[in-house]
């Protein structure tokens, strides 16, 4: 089991800055592949980014370079600085941990982005 909590959310201006936590508990040498993703309202949730564990990322089109995801193995956690922010990146923000064995997925209860024009 994994249990994932987020922090950093919060309202910010067009053309702010925030930056997302992310800390896993529990079997946190089974994680593989942590990532952000989401969930605007009336809309599916959708990939932001991903860390893998050997620090490879991956990036949504609509973040590429405003975006930037990290990851502190020490630390068991995972960070989204946002940049360049926009009205369109107003989403509850989920943290996501899949384990590297099993591949079983995990997810945070999420944090509320909210970006005013």
């Known amino acids: 089991q994994v249990h994932l909590v987020e922090s950093g959310g919060d309202l910010v201006q067009a053309g702010g800055s925030l930056r997302l936590s992310c800390i896993a508990s529990?079997?946190?040498?089974?994680?593989?592949?942590m990532g952000w993703y989401r969930q605007a309202p009336g809309k599916e949730r959708e990939l932001v980014a991903t860390?893998?564990?050997?620090?490879?990322?991956n990036y949504a089109d609509s973040v590429k370079g405003r975006f930037t995801i990290s990851r502190d193995n020490a630390k068991n956690t995972v960070y989204l600085q946002m940049n360049s922010q926009k009205p369109e990146d107003t989403a509850l923000y989920y943290c996501?941990?899949?384990?590297?064995?099993?591949?079983?997925?995990?997810w945070g209860q999420g944090t509320q982005v909210t970006v005013s024009s």
């Open positions: 529990g079997s946190i040498f089974s994680i593989g592949t």
């Open positions: 996501h941990a899949r384990l590297a064995i099993t591949t079983s997925i995990y």
């Open positions: 860390i893998t564990r050997g620090l490879s990322t």
